[in-house]
């Protein structure tokens, strides 16, 4: 089979597309025949070398590419209970893999996995899994009322926005002043323009500040100051986190994937609670090419590889 790895960690340019065998699943596990796989920045930070300078990997000769997939079950270790040629969508939340989703097959453990959504197209399924995780698990982690998501019309903001919105929370999103209409169609209460002074107007909206900030577009300090004394601060990134002042916890969000959020983040998708955005799709031979629109930022919505 092919798939794409990294050996010179030195950003898209250094991508390998190899010819490899086909892996075969052990117990617990399923080989699924990709259909579909999103490219997300975390790919680029792998591939780049910037997980192994901030410590979140050891060194390795060759790192498999690729977090989220949507594909059919090709075949099934012991002890899976998913028949062959179920459609389903996975996340590969192992850093250090030496082949991961970029490929036209992967092996994950089956509580990774679960049936795709009903009546998506599994491109459009491919894009959900590592951002809406990270999104849920970041919406989960404030307690209170009102929530201010910065990056509101990105990736893991715009899914946060959605889920904050279903959870009953008061949202108020900050993101780009082209992108007030789509953040408020996400389901944002309010808008705040980030080239504003954001901590400043979301305490006009909030005067005592909000709950919670989830910090997609990692603002750091400047968001912090928006969050009430004693609240909650979620940080997206790996590296240095924003410090604990006035009594607010810091939360550093590292994606897990687990059944019950897997298939919950599944269930809304499919209700059309939380939606799916796809930018651009590309064969695995233009990987280069999609990950370089990826480096360049501004996307609304995922760019996908079709093997």
Sequence with gaps: MRALVARRLIGPDGIELIDTAVPEPAA??????????????????ISSGALVEIGLTAQREQYGLGWDVAGTVDAAGPGTSLDVGTPVVGVADLL?????????YVVLGAD????????????HAATYGLNGLTALQAVDAIPGETIMVTGAAGGVGGYAVELAK??????IASAATADEELVRRLGADHFVDRNQDVAATVRRIAPAGVDGVI??????????????????????????????LRGITVHQIFIHVNPADLQELTGLVEQGVVSTRVAETYPLDEAVKAYKQVAEGGLRGRVVLLP
């Design 166 to 171: 279903h959870r009953g929370k008061t949202v």
């Design 112 to 123: 990774t996995i679960t049936p795709a959504p009903k009546g998506v197209e599994l491109d």
């Design 215 to 244: 910090d997609a577009a990692v603002v750091g300090i400047g968001a912090q100051e928006a969050v009430r004394n004693g609240g909650h601060h979620v940080h997206v990134v790996g590296g240095p986190h924003p410090p604990h």
């Design 96 to 104: 250090a893999q030496p082949l991961k989703t970029h490929a036209e």
């Design 28 to 45: 617990g596990q399923v080989r699924i025949k990709v259909a579909a796989a999103a490219v997300n920045p975390v790919d680029l930070a």
